[in-house]
């Protein structure tokens, strides 16, 4: 069911959100997530497709 989906993306940002996280790390974001992160100052981040985990880390630590 396309609206049960839709349903757990937002049920994922708000258990996320209750954590009191900065940002989030994920392949992607649907429209409302994103606007969701958005409204709460949740930086969203988006590896690139090649990258590999520790090159992802190397750079994060260098913008910190």
């Known amino acids: 069911n396309h ?3 839709s349903n757990a993306g937002l049920q994922s940002a708000e258990l996320l959100q209750q954590h009191n996280l900065s940002m989030v790390i994920a392949g ?5 997530v994103a606007e969701k992160f958005k409204a709460n ?17 190397k750079i994060l630590k260098k913008q910190q």
């Open 3 to 5: 609206q049960s989906l």
């Open 28 to 32: 992607g974001f649907g429209f409302r």
């Open 41 to 57: 100052k949740i930086q969203m981040i988006i590896p690139q497709n090649n990258q590999t985990w520790n090159e992802f880390i």
